[in-house]
């Protein structure tokens, strides 16, 4: 990722919770915690960051890779 930050927000439009990952450059999964069913978690990120959404036993369930503004990120059914 690189330049300016600004906002991500998550919507979870699921049943159940997820968790959000940040994945760096290398691979590695940081985890920022649980979003709630029906719930939303605002996040700084930068353009060309990518975070994984996975259910709570951490299994994927897809990524978003980020733009280069705030962005939006809904989690479907």
Do not use: C
């Not at 700084?44 to 978003?64: M, N, S």
């Amino acid at each position: 990722p690189d330049g300016n930050p600004f906002d991500v927000t998550f919507i979870n439009q699921r049943e159940l919770a997820v968790e959000i990952f940040w994945m760096s450059p290398n691979g590695e999964a940081k985890s920022y915690g649980l979003i709630q069913p029906s719930k939303t978690r605002r996040l700084q990120t930068r353009p060309g960051a990518v975070w994984q959404i996975r259910t709570e036993d951490k299994r994927p369930l897809g990524h978003f890779v980020i733009g280069d503004r705030t962005a939006r990120a809904e989690i479907p059914e």
